[in-house]
C-alpha cells in the first residue's frame, strides 16, 4: 500500500483524531500523525454543517489512512477523491481538504522546512492582506474604515447598514471581530436590491472623497443581485475605483457572469462557496472574472488549490482567498504559504479571530503594516492546544438567512 520502491523509508499514519471545538466559535480540526510521532493539521471546518465533516472524516476517512504512506500526498488526494465516488461537495472536499493540508504540515516538519518552501518557495516577501470595516450607517463606516487604515491596512473591505432595512449581513457588532452565525437558529434579515442599490454608490462616493485614491476599497454583495442588476451596480461604481466586487450574483450558473462582464469594467471576485476547479473553470477560461476566491479547506486542500492557481494565472486571473472567522488559523497559515508560492497571487481576506481561537492556535503568522508572513516554523506553523480546545464545547450555530420585505426566501 503505497511503498515507495528504494527509499528505505516510510511514514506510516498511525492516527487520525477529529477535534472539534468552540473557542468563540466552531472549528472542526483534522490531527493525523506518523509513526515516527510527526503530526501534521488540517483546518475541516464547513460553517454550519460543521458534524457532517466530522463524522466523514472519523467514520469514512481516517480509517482509510491508517498504515497509509505520509508523504504520498498527491496519491492520497487522488484516493480519496476518486476512491469516493461521490465526486466534489462541501462535506467531500473540506475532508479532503484537512486530509492534504495536514499532510503537507507534516511534510515540512519532516523536512525541516515551513510549507512554502515545498511550494517553489516565496514569490513576494509578503502577502497583502485585506480587513473588514462596517457600521450601522456611512458616517460608522467611515470611522470603522479609518480605524484599519490606522492599523496599517492597504486594502479595506467596506460594508454598511442601509437605511430601510433592519439588520444587514456583512456588518458587524463589535469593532474588530465579525461573527456571521448565530447559534441555535438563523437569523432572519430584510432584503431590498432596491434600497441596497441606491445606496452603495454613495457610500463609496464618500469613502473615496474621505480617503483619497490610494487605498484599496472592496465591497461584498454576498450573491445577492441578479445579473443585470449586478452589471448596473458595477457600472455606478466605476468612478470609486473598486479593487473587487465579490460575489455579485449567486454563482451556480457560471455564463450569467458573462452579462455582467458586458456592462462594467468593475473587477470581480468570487468563489468561497465552490469546492472544485470544474466550479470555476468556464469563469477563468472565459476571463469573466479577475480574483478566484477558493480557499484551502473548501477548494480540497493546497494540492488542487495550486492547480487552480495555475489554470487562472493563464488567464490574467489572480487568486484572492477567503479568510472569514470560519476559516481556522490552520486554514488561514495554509493560505499565507500558498499565498506566497503562486505568482499570480492577488490579496489575502484578513478578518482577525477572536483572543480565544488564536489562545487555542497558536501560530507564527504576523501582520505588520497590511501584510501577512507565514513565518519560517517547519511545517505550516499552527498548533492546536487540545486541552485547551476540550474546554470549548461545540455550540450548534447557522448562518443568517435573507427574505425579501414580503417575505419571499432571498439569496443569502
Ligand atoms: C463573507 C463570509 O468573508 C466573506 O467574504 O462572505 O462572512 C462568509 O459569509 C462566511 O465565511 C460564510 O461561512
Ligand atoms: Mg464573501
Given amino acids: 500500500m503505497g511503498e515507495e520502491r528504494g527509499s528505505g523509508l516510510t511514514m506510516r499514519i498511525v492516527d487520525g483524531k477529529v477535534i472539534v471545538c468552540s473557542p468563540g466559535r466552531n472549528f472542526v480540526t483534522l490531527k493525523l500523525t506518523t509513526e515516527d510521532g510527526i503530526y501534521g493539521l488540517g483546518d475541516a471546518t464547513l460553517n454550519g454543517r460543521e458534524l457532517a465533516v466530522a463524522a466523514y472524516l472519523s467514520e469514512h476517512v481516517v480509517p482509510l489512512l491508517i498504515g497509509r504512506d505520509a508523504r504520498r500526498i498527491e496519491d492520497i488526494w487522488q484516493y480519496l477523491y476518486k476512491g469516493a465516488y461521490w465526486r466534489r461537495g462541501p462535506v467531500t472536499m473540506a475532508s479532503i481538504g484537512a486530509v492534504d493540508t495536514a499532510l503537507w504540515d507534516i511534510k515540512g516538519k519532516a523536512l525541516n522546512v515551513p510549507v512554502y518552501q515545498l511550494l517553489g518557495g516565496a514569490c513576494r516577501d509578503a502577502v497583502m492582506v485585506y480587513g473588514h470595516a462596517s457600521g450601522a450607517d456611512i458616517e460608522e463606516t467611515v470611522r470603522a474604515v479609518a480605524e484599519y487604515a490606522r492599523l496599517g491596512y492597504k486594502a479595506i473591505r467596506a460594508q454598511s447598514g442601509i437605511p430601510g432595512l433592519g439588520s444587514t449581513y456583512g456588518v458587524g457588532h463589535g469593532k474588530m471581530y465579525y461573527e456571521p452565525t448565530e447559534k441555535d437558529a438563523p437569523t432572519e434579515n430584510l432584503w431590498s436590491s432596491e434600497l441596497y442599490m441606491n445606496f452603495v454608490p454613495r457610500l463609496f462616493e464618500r469613502l473615496r472623497k474621505e480617503f483619497g485614491s490610494d487605498l484599496h476599497l472592496l465591497h461584498d454583495v454576498h450573491h445577492r443581485l441578479t445579473p443585470i442588476e449586478a452589471g448596473r451596480l458595477g457600472k455606478e461604481l466605476e468612478p470609486y475605483h473598486l479593487f473587487w466586487l465579490e460575489d455579485p450574483v449567486p454563482a451556480e450558473l457560471q455564463e450569467s457572469f458573462r452579462l455582467i462582464r458586458q456592462?462594467?469594467?468593475?473587477?470581480?471576485?468570487?468563489?468561497?462557496?465552490?469546492n472544485s476547479i470544474y466550479d470555476c473553470q468556464r469563469l477563468i477560461q472565459e476571463q469573466l472574472i479577475d480574483y478566484i476566491r477558493m480557499a484551502v479547506v473548501h477548494s480540497g486542500g493546497i494540492s488542487p488549490l495550486r492547480k487552480i492557481a495555475s489554470l487562472a494565472e493563464m488567464y490574467h486571473v489572480r487568486t484572492g482567498a477567503h479568510g472569514a472567522v470560519d476559516l481556522s488559523p490552520v486554514c488561514l497559515a495554509a493560505g499565507l504559504h500558498f499565498d506566497l508560492s503562486v505568482s499570480n497571487f492577488g490579496i489575502q481576506e484578513y478578518m482577525r479571530h477572536s483572543e480565544e481561537t488564536d489562545r487555542v492556535f497558536p501560530h507564527s503568522y504576523t501582520?505588520?503594516?497590511?501584510?501577512?508572513?507565514?513565518?519560517?516554523?517547519?511545517?505550516?506553523?499552527?498548533d492546536l492546544d487540545e486541552k485547551l480546545?476540550?474546554?470549548?464545547?461545540?455550540?450548534?450555530?447557522?448562518?443568517?438567512?435573507?427574505?425579501?420585505?414580503d417575505g419571499t426566501m432571498h439569496s443569502w
Fill in 389 to 405: 480546545a476540550a474546554t470549548y464545547a461545540y455550540r450548534r450555530a447557522y448562518l443568517p438567512i435573507n427574505r425579501k420585505l
Fill in 367 to 382: 501582520f505588520a503594516e497590511g501584510m501577512m508572513h507565514p513565518g519560517d516554523t517547519p511545517g505550516l506553523g499552527v
Fill in 263 to 274: 456592462h462594467t469594467t468593475t473587477p470581480l471576485a468570487v468563489g468561497e462557496v465552490f
